[in-house]
Nanobody
Framework: QVQLVESGGGLVQAGDSLRLSCAAS????????MGWFRQAPGKEREFVAT????????DYTNSVKGRFTISRDNAKKMVYLQMTGLKVEDTAVYYC?????????????????WGQGTQVTVSS
């Protein structure tokens, strides 16, 4: 069965960096676009970043452009989110998700499997 397991979250100070990892199994990883979403307390889940099946195309929400980088290693079946210059407003549970398509997409309805999430807390 499809499994997505996130790790790497934690409590950091504003300006610090973190790298989130997502280990995928149970499907042909190299055929799927992947994405990261987040949900802050009291808010709806929002798109953060996405990467195409090959890693050749990426997209980010405006608030993280220039600070976050999504990448993938198809041989290891891993997707990463490198986060730098963290801000208090980045505090959220971060979810890894698999798209049923090959191409990078911001649309949550194009993702069919989700991880359990990892908490990122940024203090001032």
């Amino acid at each position: 069965q499809v499994q997505l397991v996130e790790s790497g979250g934690g409590l950091v100070q504003a300006g610090d960096s973190l790298r989130l990892s997502c280990a995928a199994s149970g499907f042909t990883f190299s055929s799927s676009a992947m994405g990261w979403f987040r949900q802050a307390p009291g808010k709806e889940r929002e798109f953060v970043a996405t990467i195409s099946w090959s890693g050749g195309s990426t997209d980010y929400t405006n608030s993280v452009k220039g600070r976050f980088t999504i990448s993938r290693d198809n041989a290891k079946k891993m997707v990463y989110l490198q986060m730098t210059g963290l801000k208090v407003e980045d505090t959220a549970v971060y979810y890894c998700a698999r798209s049923y398509g090959k191409f990078a997409t911001r649309r949550p309805d194009e993702y069919d499997y989700w991880g359990q999430g990892t908490q990122v807390t940024v203090s001032s």
